[in-house]
């Protein structure tokens, strides 16, 4: 059996003054404890995890985990500092980080008369692990353009409505490029032999199963998990990725709690080499999640990450 997961730790700093990091070495280390006690509970062998804002950090949280375990960050942070990073008790053979846009993806634009920009908010990272029965598989861990926009001078509001619908479109164009250059990144792994390529594509993806963004990591449609031709083989399987997210049971069906609404926005993507290994996906809201806002800030002090785990179970 192997596990693999994404989740999003929410902020991973060490104390201090700036903002987002926790105010305090009493919120630091009750953070830190109950993220250890969730990985500790859901043991995956690989887990891709987002928003690690020092390494140091991430360091202090592996520190306190059962077994041994392996830390891969990637080179790209975003301006906050925080970045992807994979986690892993199974070895490591090679890692290679992602943030140039794809050939023919970019130039896009992010803010009201600034730059187009040709590289991801955060870079992307692929770690190659091999199991206890001898296989290798890439696992990418990505966090795409958040849906919660920022405004110029630090605002989370915008000036008008005008202001907020412009913003939402860089988001989304952003987000977009991100996916498209994701997507390429796994054709390229897939080289049109998923059969037999064991790839795994996972992380905060912002957006929920049915999203043309989300859709985009997906390749060719019409065999997805739930739908008529998913147990009919055809040629696109060789490049397809399948969304573990339809056999997570519906009451569990979401990783983040927005205005009190649940939404899936972290994915476990897979090529057909391990569709059918499947046992179970699951998201780990075991320990509930809070309800968020478009302003991050009030969550400095939190002591747990607004995110659920997202997990699937493989045989070997």
Excluded at 143 to 158: D, E, Q
Excluded at 220 to 234: F, K, L, N, Q
Excluded at 238 to 247: C, D, G, K, M, Y
Aim: negative net charge.
């Amino acid at each position: 059996m192997v596990v693999i997961g994404t989740w999003n730790l929410e902020n991973l700093f060490r104390p201090g003054d700036e903002s987002g990091r926790p105010p305090d070495d009493a919120a630091y280390e009750a953070k830190l404890d109950a993220l250890a006690g969730t990985i500790d509970r859901i043991a995956p062998d690989v887990l891709g995890v987002q928003e690690v804002g020092e390494t140091a950090a991430l360091g202090d949280l592996v520190a306190r985990l059962d077994g041994r375990w392996s830390t891969h960050l990637s080179e790209h942070p975003d301006s906050r500092g925080i970045r992807v990073g994979v986690l892993s008790r199974l070895p490591v053979e090679e890692t290679e980080d992602l943030s140039a846009f794809a050939p023919g993806v970019g130039p896009v634009r992010a803010t009201d008369g600034g730059a187009l920009t040709e590289e991801m908010g955060r870079g992307a990272l692929r770690a190659r692990v091999r199991t206890a029965a001898g296989e290798r598989v890439d696992v990418v861990t990505c966090h795409l353009k958040s849906k919660l926009l920022s405004y110029p001078g630090g605002r989370f509001n915008p000036r008008d409505e005008s202001e907020r619908a412009r913003y939402g479109a860089y988001a989304l164009y952003r987000r977009a490029a991100e996916a498209a250059t994701v997507r390429d990144w796994a054709n390229t792994l897939l080289d049109g032999d998923g059969e037999r390529r064991a790839v795994v594509v996972c992380g905060d993806l912002n957006d929920e199963p049915a999203a043309a963004t989300t859709q985009i990591l997906l390749g060719p449609g019409g065999s997805e998990i739930g739908t008529p031709g998913a147990d009919r083989p055809d040629q696109g399987d060789a490049w397809r990725l399948w969304n573990t997210a339809p056999l997570i049971p519906e009451e569990r069906r979401y990783s983040r709690v927005y205005r009190g609404r649940g939404e899936l926005i972290d994915h476990v993507l897979v090529s057909h080499r391990l569709l059918g290994r499947i046992e179970k996906a699951d998201s780990v809201i075991d320990r509930g999640l809070p309800s968020v806002t478009d302003d991050p800030r009030v969550r400095a002090a939190a002591a747990d990450s607004d995110h659920a785990p997202v997990v699937a179970t493989f045989t070997d």
